[in-house]
């Protein structure tokens, strides 16, 4: 079983301050991808990451694929109330076409 | 685009009742639908793999006579939660692949169900 460990579980920070979310495997994924949920809604894609060594940015946010596809992160710069809500990182599955594997998630919370 | 409806956004049954919730692929056809359920605080797990024309794969523990889903076109899937019971209580999500990225996953806005 692929598994994906993100760290912090929960990450409380002021406006303005950067934070870094990691996603992290012992097993190789062709793909990355980052989802943004908010309360009571369902996921929002962020971005997908595919060639290792890969970085793309969003705004203020900085995603990074690792050389070996095996982790990644978010940099969120200068962080805002908005930037609240539960991130997760997925992976293809490798028991199936189609299925992600979804890591526990990162909680956010950005005060004012 | 890829945009994905559900319906309702809100549910309270009774006990031993069933609710239906729809999921609909507003602006490009998914071969590919995927059920999710969600706890408070936690992350997304998966329940079964609807697929187009054919019967759903369930994920392990899930009980497929309880949880009925139905693929009818390439753009509407539903779960049907039979015999509902409190513990059944939850928020379900449901997802649409397109055919272009088969990996991109794009989510509706979940369907709170409350069973008393």
């Known amino acids: 079983t692929q598994l994906l460990e993100q760290s912090p579980q929960f990450l409380s920070i002021q406006e303005g301050e950067n934070l870094t979310v990691y996603c992290n495997s012992s097993?190789?994924?062709?793909?990355l991808q980052w989802y943004r949920q908010e309360p009571g809604e369902g996921p929002v894609l962020l971005v997908t990451v595919v060639t290792g060594g890969e970085v793309k940015k969003l705004k203020r946010l900085t995603f990074q694929f690792g050389d070996a596809r095996k982790d990644s992160s978010l940099h969120i710069t200068a962080a805002q109330p908005g930037d609240t809500g539960l991130y997760l990182c997925?992976?293809?599955?490798?028991?199936?076409?189609?299925?992600?594997?979804f890591g526990a998630g990162t909680q956010v919370v950005v005060t004012p | 685009g890829a945009v994905v409806s559900q319906h309702p956004s809100r549910v309270i049954c009774k006990s031993g009742t069933s609710v239906k919730i729809e999921c609909r692929s507003l602006d490009f056809q998914a071969t590919t639908m995927f059920w999710y359920r969600q706890f408070p605080k936690q992350s997304l797990m998966l329940m079964a793999t609807?697929?187009?024309?054919?019967?759903?794969?369930?994920e392990q523990g899930v009980e497929k006579d309880k949880f009925l889903i139905n693929h009818a076109s390439l753009t509407l899937s539903t779960l049907t939660v039979t015999s509902a019971h409190p513990e059944d209580s939850s928020f379900y999500i449901c997802?649409?692949?397109?055919?272009?990225?088969?990996?991109?996953?794009?989510f509706g806005p979940g369907t709170r169900l409350t069973v008393t």
């Open positions: 997802s649409a692949a397109g055919t272009a990225n088969s990996y991109e996953q794009y």
């Open positions: 097993s190789v994924f062709s793909s």
């Open positions: 997925a992976g293809p599955s490798a028991d199936s076409w189609g299925k992600l594997q």
């Open positions: 609807s697929n187009e024309g054919s019967k759903a794969t369930y």
